[in-house]
């Protein structure tokens, strides 16, 4: 077991991806993903791995395709600007059933927005990761320690599924310092034969192309078929969501990442006060824990949600309760981090019978341009 | 004086069929999808016989782009990636770098290269990245069926430049091996055609040794083939390679813009000189 040790969240994700067997890293530089790159840049070269600064993020994630297709655990990592220039590369990966680790260390948008935490990219990672039919493994890690184990777990099931996975972090977790448990170094020896790469066929066996292009529309939608029946498996093997005070609860708090922490400290000031509320963190977002949020909508009479944009996750909330309780809703953007305080006081309007959707530009605490 | 015997019939019935020309074994028997008298196939074939003549077909990954390029993927025997459009180089670095010691090339065409793909083309050959490009340069967009691209010649016509190429609204066509022969990364860069069993042999030759430099780890190689495109053209293939000539030829000479084992050999020479006198 390796020791405890104090890191940096971006650093940590980095090293464990290392430990993990990722020996290709492309990158380009943006804030606040910086720390990945910078740690690839130092680690690599002395463990035989490939750093590469490419010349922009569109290179960047064509790199990551061909490393992939060419059968390594390979590994790229941006910050929102940089990752919606990714998307083109991750739908052909998509196409091409690759795996490969896409790190989003979100920052505010549209646009250049600005560099301080954001979780604005729920949609753009779940919905929308560049053209077509088709979707990504999303994991949202709310610890430094999760950054490190999610990272490992995001390398395996890539290439068990042969699907692209993100890591959806921000700013917050990537910055800040945490103890964390490294996980070990695997034995590379004891990965998975990937008998559909590209390596060359060397006379033993017939040669592998890696596409996704399908002129014939039969055979363009079978392969499509032939992936969305991985991503029902997905969708049954592989959800995860932490479930925290729900024995008595009435309420219930739903947040993901950074924002699940904030939640956590507000749901024990208001329990301490008597509330008898209980908090769901989802850990993965696609696929997006479903049953267990039906569960948690059966047992409560009300949910709210706490995000840092507008209110996205939101809707498969409403989507996997059927609406079936009220879902309101609190949250700031644009790297506005929600006060414990304030969610108090979302708890408090939700146990009151409230339905809400608090846009913070009315008012912070009572504000209600629903 | 000689007398000429003839040859008894029943002997030159028995004689076996000599096979003259033949499917080289890297190249697929997928059915050409390319048009009558296009420039694809004689290139394509080219890389082919280079591939196997030099016995990699075992290490060697093709990689194809968006376009009539993206077509090669079914041609070639050997391991393939497709790529989305401009971004080969980009793949092909991702997989050079994974595998080293394989062979790497790309296939693509001007509106790939030189529009869309113009960054990773020049920060691959900047790298030194240790591929092969094979530019197929035929003036125009083929797969989407005839736009201007950017290497189509000052008032040539095409579908979206209906009254020729303006220079002063769209700009001047880039010549690619000139503009990529200044950075150092490349080893090897050389301008051939494909119109007569002669310009053949010598687009042949070119691509061997842009593999070769590969091999022996020289840098970026690339090799510009003039081509054309009969149909987009409106010519038949006779009279497109006469247009080729007529046109590309003057504004795209045909040439070796860079051979660093040359230059270094020629340097070495020149010190030899200087130390002798």
Redesign the interface.
Known sequence: MSEKVLMKGNEALAEAAIRAGCR?F?GYPITPQTEVAAYMAKRMPKIGG?Y?Q???E???I???????????R?MTSSSSPGVSLKM??IS?MIG?NLPAVIINVQRGGPGLGGIQPSQADYWMATRAMGHGDGHIIVFAPSTVQEMADLVAKAFDLGDKYRIPVMILADGLLGQMMEPVILPEPIDQENLADKDWA???????RK???????FLEPQELENDILKRRERYLIIEQAEPMAQVEYMDDAEVAVVAFGAASRIARSAVNKARANGVKVGLVRPVTLWPFPKDILSAVGDKVKALLCVEFSTGQMIEDVRLAVHDKVPVSFFGHTGGIVPTPDEVVVAIERMVAGEQFHILPFKSRLTGGAS | MTTLTAEPVEAKVAAKPKTLFSRTPVLTDHITNYCPGCSHGIVQRLIAETIDELGVAGKTIGVSPVGCSVLACEFYSCDMAQAAHGRAPAVATGIKRAHPDNVVFTYQGDGDLASIGMAETVHAATRGEKITVVFINNAIYGMTGGQMAPTSLPGQVTQTSPYGRDVKAVGYPIRVCELLSTLDGVAFAQRVMVDTPKSVRAAKKAIRKAFEYQIEGAGYTIIEVLATCPTNWGLSPTKAFAWMRDNMLPYYPLGVYKDIKAELAAASADAADKGGE
């Open positions: 290709h492309f490939t590469l490419a010349e922009s569109v290179a960047a064509n790199m990551v395709y061909g490393a992939s297709a060419a059968g390594a390979v083109e590369g052909y091409a590209l390596t060359g066929h060397q006379d033993q040669h592998n192309t890696i596409s996704s292009l």
